[in-house]
């Protein structure tokens, strides 16, 4: 079991969790990048990079303001409206058109063809409608009573066996601890259910088979050629919140796996009353499924970004049965990102404006050539560290993580996703100051210690002795001529020492004017922040991802430096403005993993994410 990191962390109080939700609901199915959302598309012709130079003498400077600021709010608002939450309901074959032997959990297609008449001219249109419904849902699990598992068919029966089988069931589930700090608790305030795990039990029932899985590729992850990718959902637990009191409080889930993007909750058809709806929230909006009203005749689903804060309202009556998957990337046979032959990104319309930015030849001219850099802060949050070196990133990037990757990559700015370990603290861009210096004015003091000095001559000399530092011993007496030669050593001992002290003097007055004026260049640049060319604030970013290292009573502040090493710091043009609520989420995510739903997973954590890309100098890009 891994200890938490930075274990200095405190816990957030349930009544803080559950005030941190928005109030917005949104269309759950809402298409990423929708071609009509992005104002600078609207004309191809005007998005050819020649169209744009040859106009560009004229009004060029304000005319690339503008679009620079039209594709960094395109990009806010797309992460503001892309899709984290999606969900459906799949009818239950009739229980009297099912034969016994049918429980394959295999879908059954059913055409339901109805036929309308056309009001002006008398003609029938015939539509067909093809809808999947499923099997009755069979469970077998292992009994603490009986040697033969028992099996329980959802939804039930009226007959008195089948309502037999449902106490059973419960009896055999395990009430459901949650991870504090390393250990399991059982804490019915913040989640009060019981369960099975996998290996305790077996079902009939199928996501893929019923398009579940489909759907979730398509509006989770829609980004690259299926060919090359695929949504993997693994079976993880069967969960029991049974009234008057089974809830879970808001959380975020525990990420299980390095691929894993998403958490799929299955309600089984089985009553539950009034409660326990599943609300996810994700930048300040929500999505509620209440699934009890549906019961019992459906099986009712939701998928979910599994960074996105959730949570179980209580369930006032009946028993909610689920059956929770972790969503994983699969590969398939290719790596995902941005290696579909038929990739996409083309057609994403935010590739066209970016493109458009690109073609204006002083597009982030300012700097050094060549070390340009564009960063968009994503959307999600990123399980940043596991025991295995690779991290699943950028294959894992969640929905419009993903597709903002792939444009990029598209345009040829080769991205990379890096953490983001701070948002607090502005770097130089040039220099390379000190680790240790602490920023006070006071900090001159340090150059002028002694310890700080090295021993110039391997000579001490008193007025009668000399020690030889490698004979280890006092040599002789000394003579008139020793002393003179002595005297004269340790007069040139003192001038080095003189000329060491004033070098290194000037060395430091030199940081420390250099420190005082980035102190004022970072002031100007606060406050100019909103202008567009200001938006190179420093963020402290890790190089890359890491293999997972146990760090305990570490402060966050410690933490980057001691684990991640020196880090890089390119000059970064923000698309995506400083979010207030990085930092926040992080810590969130951090506290949540301490406290999150799974157990003994604890090193694990979430971590806020970049895309950075390099943007080559304009001869580069093909401009001059
Ligand atoms: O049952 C649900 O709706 C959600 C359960 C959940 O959040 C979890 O098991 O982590
Ligand atoms: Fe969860």
């Not at 033969?148 to 007959?159: E, G, R, S, Y």
């Not at 100051?433 to 000579?459: A, I, N």
Request: charged share 30%; with cysteine; aromatic share 8%.
């Amino acid at each position: 079991m891994q200890a938490p990191i930075r274990s200095t962390q405190k816990q957030t109080s349930h009544k803080e969790k559950t005030r941190r939700s928005g109030g917005i609901s949104n269309s759950h199915c809402q298409p990423v990048l929708a071609e009509s959302q992005l104002p600078v598309m609207a004309d191809n012709k005007k998005a050819d990079p020649g169209h744009v130079k040859a106009r560009q003498k004229t009004s060029a400077q304000p005319k690339q303001k503008s679009l620079f600021a039209k594709v960094c709010e395109k990009i806010a608002d797309e992460q503001a409206a892309a899709t984290f939450a999606i969900g459906g309901s799949i009818k239950i074959k009739e229980a009297m058109e099912i034969a016994p032997q049918q429980d394959t959990g295999h879908p059954d297609h059913d055409t339901d063809i109805s036929t309308t008449s056309s009001s002006s001219d008398n003609e029938s249109l015939v539509t067909a409608q093809t809808a999947i419904t499923s099997a009755p849902v069979v469970i077998r699990w292992d009994s603490k009573t009986f040697d033969v598992a028992p099996k329980i068919i959802l939804p039930l029966t009226k007959d008195h066996n089948a309502q037999l089988s449902l106490k059973d069931l419960i009896q055999d589930c395990s009430p459901v601890s949650v991870g504090n700090e390393g250990k399991d608790v059982y804490d019915e305030e913040y989640r009060k259910a019981s369960k099975l795990d996998e290996t305790e039990f077996c079902t009939n029932f199928c996501p893929y088979a019923l398009g579940i899985i489909d759907t979730i590729e398509q509006r989770l992850l829609p980004h690259v050629d299926k060919t090359l990718n695929g949504v993997q959902a693994e079976l993880y637990k069967l969960n029991v919140y049974s009234g008057p009191s089974g809830k879970f409080h808001a959380h975020v889930d525990t990420p299980r796996e390095q691929a894993q993007f998403g958490s799929l909750v299955v309600c089984l058809p089985c009553a539950h009353e009034a409660g326990g709806a599943l609300v996810v929230r994700h930048n300040g909006r929500k999505h509620t499924f209440d699934w009890a009203a549906e019961q019992p005749t459906c099986v009712q689903w939701a998928a979910f970004n599994s960074d996105c804060e959730h949570e179980v309202l209580e369930v006032k009556s009946g028993h909610r049965i689920t059956l929770n998957y972790n969503l994983c990337v699969s590969t398939g046979v290719g790596r995902m990102a941005g290696n579909s032959s038929s990739m996409s990104a083309a057609h994403i319309p935010l590739y066209a404006g970016m493109k458009k930015l690109l073609a204006y030849d002083n597009f982030l001219s300012k700097g050094t050539p060549g070390k340009w850099h564009i960063g968009i802060r994503c959307s999600h949050f990123y399980a940043h560290a596991g025991k295995k070196p690779t991290h699943g990133l950028p294959n894992s990037l969640k929905g419009i993580d993903m597709a903002v990757f792939e444009v990029l990559l598209r345009l040829g700015l080769a991205p990379t996703v890096q953490p983001v370990l701070t948002t607090e603290h502005w770097h130089d861009e040039e220099d390379d100051f000190d680790e240790d210096y602490d920023g006070s004015d006071d900090s001159q003091e340090w150059w002028c210690s002694d310890e700080d000095m090295d021993d110039s001559t391997d000579v001490y000399t008193s007025d009668e002795m000399t020690w030889d530092r490698d004979a280890g011993e006092i040599k002789k007496i000394l003579t008139e001529e020793d002393k003179k030669q002595l005297a004269d050593a340790k007069e040139r001992a003192e001038l080095a020492r003189e000329e060491q002290f004033s070098r290194r003097k000037k060395r430091a007055e030199d940081r420390v004017k250099r420190i005082r004026e980035f102190g004022k260049w970072v002031e100007k640049k606060r406050k100019e922040r909103i202008e567009w060319e200001g938006k190179t604030l420093r963020l402290t970013m890790g190089r890359g991802l890491h293999t997972f290292k146990e760090i305990g009573g570490i402060s966050e502040e410690e933490f980057p430096m001691s684990y991640w090493g020196r880090t890089e710091k390119p000059l970064v043009t923000w698309l995506t403005k400083r979010p207030q609520d990085i930092k926040a989420g992080r810590s969130v995510a951090m506290r949540y993993v301490a406290y999150g739903n799974g157990v003994g997973d604890l090193g694990l954590e979430y971590t806020s994410a970049a895309i950075l890309a390099r943007v080559p100098d304009a001869e580069l890009r093909g401009l001059k």
